[in-house]
């Protein structure tokens, strides 16, 4: 689709004189404007005036743009929204400066209906959707909005979407900043992550290496930001534009993030005692301008006793009155809450949506996250971040009840760190093994020019061996250097046994959580991967009872189900590194052999290549000259060397020559292949 649009964009030239004249007409409405053919590729550095006429125009493009569904057939709402994505691209810094568009998404993202809270949940909840009492564990506030607005409010998150990533994607952090400076904002547009432009522009963000994105993610406290939502929390409120100040302080006031139900008592709460408040402090405020009148009274005028009893009398009939409004008043809020639970009668498909939409708030949270730590630079607070915060994220990865999305996000981001953690290690061993010239002198044209006027700088007595006065300097900076890069290789140290002491501890706890899986899934798998991460990492270790256990669950599940590929590649790496390491210990619990010849009695397609290669592995590292399996030693020496003679030989018959004839054919592969080195390798491949 992009495409096509940008050819069309490319091919349309608009007619600027025709727009200029239309800026200049006062009686000229921006509907007419915009409805110019091509406007949208009038917006560049070239046509300031045209910028600046949208510039001043940003409200209502934003309001025209926001059609009730996301692809509109409006020529308006397209080149609205064309045009405010132009500006976002050509002017990011102007744009993102503009009071009306951050007053505008701060508005945009204050919006609080049906979809937008993410919540927390666990399968026993998720079985009883149907009873009306555990629907408000799953729902904030069911506003009133029809399926218009709610389409509505969902392309203005579109929109957002579009102009964050374009603003983004600028790489320069004046920009970014105008977005940091309310880390609420990132929160909030966090939570939006259901949406599949929101995830988008995230994870692309996310991923990108550029110094000032990352800075701006750090700033934005990411990490507790979306570790926040991973865990299920609600984030901060936000202050509509509108609103007055009192209304801004109280909201601002109840930006801790809780959850649904304590939110909701808390506020009814905080409704119930305010009002009590405000009727006690008139009740007080009457007492002291009454006591205050009645001391005037008696000092200026002689008043009888019985007017002033008549007084009293009178104060404390209008007092009862006064309590006893208050006390209609909260029996109207009782009701008025009462009746108001009927807003969580929600359809079986509303409820389906929202634990969907927060299963993947909280998914794809994890995911941007992982992303930041990957194209993060190791000096970024990220990593110090992400450490506080592992515990939560690991409950996270063998929290069983949690939707299998959930886990395997989780799994993926301390799989990542566990890798980054290696990798590290890589880097300092590379950085040792260099040369001493290249470790001092670590200006790649410093070394270059040093070798070219090494034997003219000593002449002139002023080299680099003279002793001389820029020797001193260049010795003094690169001792810094030196420092800052030992103390950068301790902290990389540090993290690196921080992530391997961490899964240390825990390695029991994955063990258990895939003991436990009945269903391999996606998070079956990662917690897999991470294991065999872990074990290639770790020098030797002591293989315990809930290993065991574990190995023996995979090998049974190996065995009983012949057609599941994925689980057979997976459970093929982890028993080839046992294989490899841990023979002793764990292979021989496993009775691989009476499985082996059980399973090729009835073997499948799929399983087959599998079961030879498990016989491979088991012949291979049989050390028993004295084995009285028969039936073993028949197997391996019919059907499996039949089997390895078949898979080594050739196939197709003669290998075809090189010609002139083949690279001419009109078959699809002509243009792919254009030498005979290529066709060679290419025919070595298919016939082998």
């Known amino acids: 689709m992009f495409a096509k649009l940008k050819k069309g964009a490319e091919c349309g030239h608009p007619d600027i004189n025709s727009i200029l004249t239309m800026i200049n007409d006062p009686n000229s409405s921006i509907l007419q404007v915009i409805s110019t053919p091509y406007v949208v590729n009038s917006i560049n550095q070239f046509n300031a005036k045209i910028s600046q006429y949208f510039f001043d125009k940003i409200g209502e493009l934003l309001d025209i743009s926001i059609a009730n569904k996301e692809f509109s057939d409006d020529l308006c709402v397209k080149n609205a929204r064309g045009i405010l994505l132009n500006l976002s691209i050509n002017f990011p810094a102007q744009f993102s400066e503009s009071e009306v568009f951050l007053s505008w998404i ?85 939570s939006f992550l259901w949406c599949g432009a929101c995830a988008e522009s995230l994870l692309q963000l996310s991923a990108d290496d550029s110094y000032a994105v990352s800075l701006f993610f750090e700033e934005v406290s990411s990490v507790s930001a979306l570790v926040a939502l991973a865990m299920g929390q609600s984030p901060p409120p936000l202050c509509r534009t509108n609103k007055n100040s009192s209304e801004k302080d109280l909201d601002s006031n109840k930006s801790q993030t809780l959850t649904n139900n304590e939110l909701n008592n808390q506020v009814d709460k905080e409704e119930d005692i305010n009002k009590v408040e405000i009727h006690r402090e008139d009740i007080n405020r009457e007492d002291i301008n009454r006591e205050d009148i009645n001391r005037e009274d008696i000092n200026r005028e002689e008043i009888s006793r019985e007017d002033i009893n008549k007084d009293e009398n009178e104060y404390c009939d209008e007092k009862e009155t006064i309590k006893e409004n208050v006390e209609k008043v909260n029996e109207e809020e009782e009701t008025k809450n009462t009746n108001n639970k009927g807003d969580f009668d929600l359809t079986e498909k509303e409820i389906k949506i929202a634990i969907e939409n927060s299963v993947l708030v909280r998914q794809r949270s994890l995911l941007v996250l992982r992303n930041h730590v990957g194209s993060a630079d190791f000096e970024s607070s990220v990593f110090s971040d992400i450490l506080n915060c592992l515990d939560k994220v690991f409950e996270l990865c063998i929290d069983q009840t949690l939707d299998y999305r959930i886990n395997e996000a989780a799994f993926s981001l301390i799989l990542r760190l566990l890798i980054l953690s290696s990798n590290m290690n890589d880097e300092d061993d590379d950085e040792d093994n260099e040369e001493y010239e290249g470790s001092i002198y670590s200006d790649d044209k410093l070394i270059h020019n040093k070798k070219q006027n090494n034997t003219s700088e000593n002449s002139a007595g002023g080299g680099f061996y003279s002793g001389g006065f820029y020797q001193n300097s260049l010795y003094s900076t690169n001792s810094t250097e030196y420092q800052n890069n030992t103390d950068l290789k301790e902290k990389k140290n540090d993290f690196k046994n921080h992530i391997f002491d961490f899964l240390q501890n825990n390695f029991q706890k994955i063990c258990e959580f895939v003991k436990n899986t009945d269903i391999f899934n996606s998070s079956t798998e990662c917690a897999i991967d991470l294991i065999i991460s872990f074990l290639k990492q770790s020098q030797k270790i002591q293989i315990e009872d809930f290993f065991l256990k574990m190995i ?72 028993d000259e004295f084995d009285t399996n028969m039936e073993w030693k028949n197997f391996i020496e019919t059907e499996f060397k039949q089997y390895k003679k078949l898979i080594s030989s050739e196939y197709g018959g003669e290998k075809p020559e090189n010609s002139d004839y083949m690279l001419s054919t009109d078959s699809d592969d002509n243009g792919i292949i254009h030498n005979n080195n290529n066709l060679s390798i290419n025919n070595k491949i298919l016939t082998k």
Do not use: W
Request: charged share 25%; hydrophobic share 40%; proline share 2%.
């Open 106 to 190: 701060k508005d945009a993202l204050s919006e609080d209906f049906l979809y937008l809270i993410p919540n927390t949940f666990d399968k026993s909840q998720k079985n009883q959707i149907s009873e009306k009492q555990n629907l408000s564990c799953f729902i904030h506030k069911k506003a009133s909005f029809s399926e218009a607005e709610r389409s509505k409010i969902y392309s203005k998150i579109v929109l957002i979407s579009r102009l964050f990533f374009s603003l983004g994607n600028s790489q320069n952090y004046t920009v970014l900043a105008n977005l940091a400076d309310d880390r609420a904002i990132f929160a909030r547009f966090c």
């Open 552 to 623: 023996e669950k995979l090998t049974k599940m190996f065995f009983d189900n012949k057609n599941h590929t994925m689980f057979h590649l997976c459970y093929k790496k982890l028993i080839t590194l046992l294989y490899k390491n841990y023979l002793s210990e764990v292979i021989t619990t496993l009775e691989m052999k009476n499985k082996i010849l059980t399973a090729k009695k009835e073997p499948t397609p799929n399983f087959k290549g599998f079961i030879f290669y498990l016989a491979e592995l088991e012949e291979s590292n049989n050390k």
